[in-house]
């Protein structure tokens, strides 16, 4: 399956996540990572789905629930994760953190384009899961089946009391 075509007739879905690390006590962006992400075969597959339904019905199953945090590296390391493929899943992914559904802003910039965002607050995190911090590599936005519809690997960036984290995710179809 190539999914790289570029013809005008063919459809295509390109993927970024931006992830803004802030100061907590100044509100000052502190790091900054901004890159396209893959969308996986589970994310095409769920697009298909939502678009050749018979009954006329969303499927719920394939609708987009959230953002989860993970620890996973692929056959990388922590500062140097492999990146995900296509074929990846959520399976690949080792949670540390999914994003509360209702903390999640969703808009459509433009046509045939959405996203996601988030502020994370990680003093609440790090507090409720009674640590001082969490480690993170990867972000996957999840169907309410979990599946991964788009999947990304970073070097390793944390969570504590100190920092913030704003996730923006955009898709654009094209």
Do not use: C
């Not at 992400?37 to 298909?48: C, M, S, V, Y």
């Not at 999840?142 to 984290?165: G, H, Q, V």
């Amino acid at each position: 399956m190539n999914m790289d075509k570029t013809e005008k007739d063919t459809l295509g879905v390109v993927g970024t996540v931006r992830i803004e690390e802030i100061d907590a006590a100044t509100g000052e962006v502190v790091d900054l990572y901004d890159e396209r992400n893959t969308i996986t075969a589970e994310g095409f597959d769920a697009i298909l789905r939502q678009v050749i339904n018979k009954d006329g019905m969303a499927d719920q199953n394939h609708s987009i629930k959230t953002i989860y945090l993970g620890n996973d590296t692929g056959a990388g390391s922590a500062n140097n994760p492999e990146s995900p493929s296509i074929l990846s899943t959520y399976l690949d992914q080792t949670v540390v953190y999914e994003v509360p559904e209702d903390e999640i802003i969703v808009t459509y910039p433009t046509i045939g384009e959405f996203s996601l965002s988030a502020l994370l607050d990680g003093e609440a995190i790090v507090d409720a899961a009674g640590v001082e911090a969490i480690n993170y590599t990867s972000a996957t936005i999840r169907l309410n089946n979990d599946e991964a519809f788009s999947y990304k690997r970073f070097p390793i960036k944390t969570i504590s009391r100190l920092i913030n984290i704003r996730i923006t995710w955009n898709i654009k179809f094209s």
